[in-house]
């Protein structure tokens, strides 16, 4: 059987159903002036305290200097709301360096919940992003978006019904990730174009894809350098609600952990089950939905060096999300079948030279039930589970030290 369409393509899915929910309570809309008027005062060394409370915002709020500080009372103690929201995208963006948030909440921005952008030394605690409504397309794209950064910790934190990414990582250097839980969002947790980044001990659970790794084409950098550890990425199998032609959107729900055009990422001691389309995906942007001619020549589009090993892997695999994912399950695995843990869409440089010896993908596997390659260099026309390419092993990346003690 031939597979004609491209390994991580996905059919357009129905946004999911709104939940039943408690009534929140009314905002206060009196405090929006003070906390505006605070950021735009800042100065070196400022401690921004929000109180206790439900706090109603209908422009976005703006943070633009260095070493401040804003602290809440506590996740769902100092609840800033955007629900009413008529100018501005975010809901709070900052340019600052040495800027710390922690312990509060920020509700259904128009865009993006927390951004903050060109920044050095961040620190996000206990904050939560959610839209409260549920899973939708009209909602913000990235709950916690911190890009074009350098040495950045996120932790306990929340992400809830981002319509892109819960939590997102994008074109930064040194980065921590730890203790948060990302759920019903897009993507759970996105390290994208990041170097050098440690991801530990999430929860990624009901989202489309749990975490993503991912190298985009035309962007300053090119990311690499990733672990993923000590995580729990669990039946990821919430419908796409992403905004049709973002790169989110060619995601297939039931996807684990997903690998895309990136070198040098260890994926080790993770509980991932399961999700229904593949455990873990490898896959290079000749499998996606948004290759085109903005590729830059630099670009490399192949993932190489990439290690899976002593992870707990169970279920998934058993109902892959579009048609030419189900095509493919049946052509390789049979009408009954399920996918092994680890899907790889087979493409790779055949021009790639180590030392100047001819070097695969490096694409290396332990601990697994098998590997699918679906051998879409040659039209998906002859995919295969033959694991001998990938007994291997690579040498074990390091931690990432944010020198903060």
């Not at 040194?174 to 980044?197: F, K, Q």
């Not at 990439?306 to 493919?328: C, E, Q, T």
């Not at 993908?361 to 040659?378: F, H, Q, R």
């Not at 039209?379 to 990938?390: E, L, R, S, V, W």
Request: with cysteine; hydrophobic share 40%; net charge negative.
């Amino acid at each position: 059987m031939r597979i004609t369409v491209i390994v991580l393509s996905a059919l357009a899915l129905a946004a999911c159903g709104k939940e039943e929910k408690a009534a929140l309570p009314p905002a206060d809309a009196s405090y929006a002036a003070t906390l505006q008027q605070q950021l735009l005062d800042a100065k070196p060394g400022s401690v921004i305290t929000i109180p206790a409370g439900r706090f109603a915002f209908e422009r976005s709020l703006s943070l633009r200097a260095d070493g401040v500080t804003i602290r809440g009372a506590g996740m769902d103690k100092s609840v800033l709301s955007f629900r009413g929201q008529k100018a501005g995208a975010e809901g709070l963006l900052v340019n600052g360096n040495d800027f710390t948030i922690e312990n509060l909440t920020i509700e259904d921005s128009k865009g993006d919940g927390l951004k903050i952008s060109e920044s050095e030394r961040v620190t996000i605690r206990g904050v939560k992003v959610q839209w409260t409504d549920g899973p939708s397309t009209k909602n913000g794209g990235y709950g916690i978006y911190p890009v074009k950064t350098k040495n950045v910790l996120i932790e306990d934190c929340v992400a809830i019904a981002a319509s892109d990414a819960g939590i997102y990582v994008g074109q930064s250097r040194d980065v921590v990730l730890r203790r948060s839980h990302a759920e019903r969002n897009v993507a759970g947790i996105e390290i994208e174009n990041t170097v050098n980044a440690d991801v530990y001990e999430n929860t990624a659970v009901d989202n489309t894809g749990g975490i993503l790794v991912f190298n985009m084409p035309a962007l300053s950098q090119q990311g690499g350098g990733i672990r993923v550890f000590k995580n729990k990425v669990q039946h990821n199998n919430t419908a796409n609600f992403g905004a049709k032609g973002t790169p989110v959107a060619s995601v297939p729900a039931g996807s684990g952990v997903v690998i895309n055009s990136n070198d040098d990422v260890e994926i080790f001691d993770n509980d991932i089950s399961d999700n229904a389309t593949a455990n873990v995906i490898v896959s290079s942007v000749y499998s996606t939905g948004y290759k085109n001619d903005s590729m830059s020549k630099d670009f490399d589009p192949y993932p190489e060096r990439i290690f899976v090993y002593g992870n707990r892997l169970s279920g998934g695999g058993d109902s892959p999300d579009g048609l030419d994912l189900k095509a493919l399950k049946i052509a390789a695995m049979g009408i009954g079948g399920r996918f092994p843990d680890v899907l790889w869409d087979g493409y790779f440089n055949a021009n790639r030279l180590v030392d100047g010896q001819a070097r695969g993908p490096e694409i290396c596997l332990a601990d697994v039930s098998g590997v699918i390659n679906a051998d879409g260099p040659n039209g998906y026309d002859n995919p295969n589970t033959d694991m001998t390419a990938f007994r291997c092993s690579l040498p074990k990346l390091p931690a990432i030290d944010l020198g903060r003690g």
